[in-house]
């Protein structure tokens, strides 16, 4: 795993349930959760698991701070792991117990956390379960954080939470932060705030379509504030979103991260978005990616067509109304 500054083999003898608990986890992922607990995690700070869902990511933690060398005497709390879980299936979540028989219940709105309590009950006694929208939660300033593992920043709503509660408590040139799904198709915010931010942070590198950050430096109050309201006008979001290409290595991570600019653009200079649609097109047919980067990409390339759609309706209805 090509990480820099981290040796964490993807080998690496894991134990079973980190590989085996239910999850959308890929094995490399979980690979990495653990091995980055087991070796570099020094019990200064909390380890914060943000969007748990069926509790793969808290076994990866809780069993590689089993396998650390940290005292546990040594140590602020016996219960390192806080692991922010919501409960309530959405259409993404039903359809993942659905398509692998999970449970007999899966209508979204159902509330899963019983099979969470399950899937963690070999990490119970090293982490607290906070059920529930996690923007309710106030952290305790006096805690530091010395993982944050965001895998939940799918909303405006959830970044500013965590950008205004965990970004403060982390600790320079110790705490990591791990941006699941950073190369995905999703909402253009968590990449536009980590990238703003990025001049404090040093980037490790990608392990799929996570992005992997240490903290270099405290990062400024003002700093903070800019990216806790997102006060940041369309060029400067295009600005740190090509940045956000720039950093992906993997043509599929580039060609998605592309898409999801493109939707910004689209809103300012539909001809000039339209061209680079092609442009990102023709590239990417030199790629020649696995089953599973290919959906990633359509994915991606249908919400980019479906934006320019958008924008070309509502520019032809404006046009309507004035004749
Ligand atoms: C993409 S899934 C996480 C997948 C999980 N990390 C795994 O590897 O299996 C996102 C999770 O975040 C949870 N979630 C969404 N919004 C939330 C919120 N506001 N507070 C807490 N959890 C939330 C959802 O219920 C869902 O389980």
């Known amino acids: 795993m090509a990480l820099e500054g981290l040796e964490i083999s993807v080998e690496a003898d894991v134990p079973r349930q980190v590989l085996n608990t239910p999850g959308m986890l890929a094995p490399h992922d979980r690979n990495f959760l653990y091995g980055l607990t087991k070796d570099y995690y020094t019990g200064e700070g909390r380890i914060v698991d943000t969007g748990v869902f069926l509790g793969a990511s808290t076994v990866c933690f809780g069993s590689g701070f089993i396998h650390s060398s940290v005292d546990t005497n040594s140590i602020a709390t016996t219960r390192p792991i806080e692991a922010f879980e919501l409960g309530l299936l959405n259409r993404g979540t039903a359809k993942f117990l659905h398509r692998k028989g999970i449970s007999s219940y899966h209508e979204v709105g159902d509330c899963f956390l019983d099979l969470l309590r399950n899937n963690t009950a070999p990490v119970a006694s090293y982490m607290n379960l906070n059920a529930g929208d996690i923007c309710n939660y106030v952290w305790n300033t006096t805690h530091a954080i010395e993982i944050l593992f965001l895998d939940v920043v799918n909303s405006m709503k959830t970044n500013k939470h965590v950008i205004d509660d965990y970004f403060p408590q982390l600790l ?34 990608g392990i799929n379509s996570t992005a992997v950050f240490k903290l270099k430096s405290e990062i400024p109050r003002s700093d903070l504030n800019k990216a806790k309201n997102y006060n940041f006008c369309v060029e400067e979001e295009l600005d740190l979103l090509s940045r956000c290409i720039d950093r992906a290595m993997d043509p599929v991570d580039k060609c998605v991260s592309a898409f999801v600019r493109l939707k910004v653009l689209v809103n300012i200079d539909r001809a000039k978005a339209k061209s680079e649609f092609d442009s990102i097109v023709k590239s990417y047919l030199h790629c020649n990616p696995t089953c599973c980067a290919s959906n990633r990409v359509a994915a991606a390339r249908i919400s980019a067509e479906k934006a320019m759609t958008t924008v070309a309706v509502s520019e032809m209805q404006s046009r309507i109304v004035e004749i």
């Open 172 to 205: 320079p040139e110790k705490s990591f932060v791990i941006q699941k799904n950073y190369f995905v198709d999703s909402i253009p915010h968590t990449r536009v705030t980590q990238e703003f931010l990025a001049g404090c942070f040093e980037y490790l590198g």
